[in-house]
């Protein structure tokens, strides 16, 4: 009896264990991959919430740059393009759908704490919304498709930040147990490292600030 949800097939594991055995690894693996995937599309949903909540609760946008922040939304639209271009399993790449989504809700929240805003950020929203469709839907060439994809830290979240990276960690795994292509699983691995860095910068130099703070109190 076949036993399939969500593209995840728990026949051979429940078979092996109804007959008191360790399923074996071609069995195992493929499922925890597909769970841990799944898990890393319902963490997105809020990954980027408690960076939204930080420049929301101080109203500020401090330290934060909105360049690196408008090309995190580039960044997330093509590599969805990508994955869905290459047709993956929703469960390698569905988090980059909430979080294509969170980064847009960011960006127009520096928008707003950047006030005033001028004619250039109008423009780049404009071009942004008249590409991104195109992009999406696939409707560009394939060559130009791969070389797309392939000291302080101000208001930046850690939880964030740290979120990014255990996903990162994690996305590998799967992307290789989903047989991705190489140029997915090295988006990952340059999500560990440039994540990694940000959270050894959050740690280096918020550290004295929150000393000094507690000195004052």
Request: one cysteine or more.
């Amino acid at each position: 009896m076949e036993m399939e949800i969500l593209g995840m097939n728990f026949s051979c594991v429940l078979r092996s264990l109804s007959e008191w055995k360790i399923p074996d690894n071609d069995c195992l693996l493929p499922l925890i991959s597909k769970l841990l995937g799944y898990c890393i599309v319902a963490a997105s949903t809020t990954v980027k919430v408690p960076q939204i909540l930080k420049i929301l609760k101080h109203s500020s946008v401090r330290g934060l740059s909105v360049t690196a922040f408008e090309l995190e939304v580039v960044g997330y639209t093509i590599a969805l393009s990508y994955c869905l271009h290459k047709g993956l399993p929703f469960s390698a790449y569905g988090e980059l759908f909430f979080l294509l989504i969170q980064a847009i809700i960011l960006v127009g929240i520096i928008y707003y704490y950047s006030q005033p805003m001028g004619a250039k950020a109008l423009i780049k929203a404009a071009l942004y919304c008249a590409i991104a469709p195109t992009v999406l839907a696939g409707q560009i060439d394939p060559v130009l498709f791969e070389a797309l994809y392939n000291k302080s830290t101000g208001e930046l979240s850690f939880l964030t930040c740290f979120m990014n990276f255990s996903g990162s960690l994690v996305r590998v795994f799967t992307s290789i147990q989903e047989e991705a292509p190489k140029s997915v699983i090295l988006g990952s691995l340059l999500g560990i490292v440039m994540n990694g860095t940000i959270l050894t910068q959050i740690l280096v130099y918020q550290k004295p600030q929150m000393k000094k703070e507690k000195k004052v109190q």
